[in-house]
């Protein structure tokens, strides 16, 4: 369809004797922003080298905005790439680099400063432009080299570890960034990160890699959905109430009950496996039969990261 800006088809990439990516195949739309996760070791950046057109596939193919692999050239100028480890003309300042990363790409020099202005400002560094490049700190940096990835105005977004080294409020002002340059630009966006926080509260879709292989892809939601781990609610009582909340809920089939460990007014409820409202409401309604008055309560949604760990051990096992 004509708002697809990346489709790849059973990419495999093989270094020898070693399969580090075997039948890669993935779509990401304009305007969205697709997480990819993955251990140590699990294909994530042989990955995006292949479809940043570093290395070739050893077999299947790729296309950006319809360009196939076959003509890197014309993708590379589609696209924008922050990787994990950058590297810096040190002693350049931060406009400069900007101007000549923009000539590189064939813009006129006017165009190139303008652009350079205008990315300076968009990532908070609009105060630094005259300074050198060696006295910015890491998390300038990243946002430097996040402003190198957007010069060209790519249609395709690759980020790998895009907050690695910004403290807690420059992570949120990247990733309101990363979600203006696909809503308002509609640039797709492939994200990796071992945050697993930053996925979830990012991303449209996640595809998790193990050992080269694809072994889940879909929405936060669908993902969270297929695997069966424990879902909690927390449970607040008067102090003195507890003890026969504990005995209640302890005699209840299916149900584990635990004590907070820094509050003592509150009981932690997990249910094993794939549940729904009715064992939620069931705890309640068991409480109030038994006359335990209830001070507060809570339900924990099965997160991102429960789903990935759960995942990965079971393609280990």
């Known amino acids: 369809m004509h708002d697809v800006v990346l489709n790849a088809q059973g990419i495999a990439k093989s270094y020898g004797q070693i399969q580090a990516l075997d039948g890669l195949t993935l779509e990401v739309r304009a305007g969205e922003i697709l997480g990819l996760l993955g251990p140590n070791g699990a294909g994530k950046t042989t990955a995006i080298r292949v479809m940043t057109t570093i290395l070739p596939a050893s077999r299947g193919h790729f296309t950006v905005m319809g360009v196939p692999d076959s003509r890197p050239e014309e993708i590379r100028a589609l696209i924008g790439v922050l990787p994990e480890s950058n590297g810096f003309p040190l002693a350049m300042t931060g406009a400069d680099f900007l101007i000549y990363m923009g000539r590189l790409y064939g813009q006129s020099a006017t165009r190139a400063e303008t ?130 909340a504990l005995s209640v809920l302890s005699a209840m089939a299916g149900v584990t009950v635990e004590r907070h460990a820094n509050r003592l007014d509150e009981l932690i409820v997990s249910f094993q496996g794939t549940r729904d409202d009715a064992d939620m409401n069931a705890v309640v309604q068991h409480l109030i039969q038994a006359g335990v008055p209830i001070q507060a309560f809570s339900r924990e949604s099965v997160r991102l990261s429960d789903a990935f760990l759960s995942m990965i051990a079971e393609v280990q096992t």
């Not at 996640?206 to 069966?228: F, H, M, P, Y």
Request: aromatic fraction near 2%; proline fraction near 5%; hydrophobic fraction near 45%.
């Open 115 to 244: 652009k350079a202005t205008e990315l300076l400002s968009l990532l908070g560094l609009e105060n630094a432009r005259r300074a050198r490049i060696t006295t910015y700190s890491r998390g300038m940096k990243q946002r430097l080299m996040i402003a190198r990835s957007l010069v060209n105005d790519p249609k395709l977004l690759f980020l790998d570890e895009p907050t690695l080294g910004l403290d807690p409020k420059g992570q949120q002002e990247m990733l309101q960034r990363i979600r203006e340059a696909a809503e308002v630009k509609r640039v797709a966006v492939i994200l990796s990160s071992h945050s697993l926080e930053v996925v979830e509260a990012i991303c449209h879709r996640v595809l998790i890699l193990n050992r080269g292989r694809v072994i889940a892809q879909g929405s936060v939601a669908e993902i969270t959905r297929r695997v069966a781990v424990p879902h909690a609610c927390r449970i607040q009582f008067p102090a003195e109430a507890v003890p026969k």
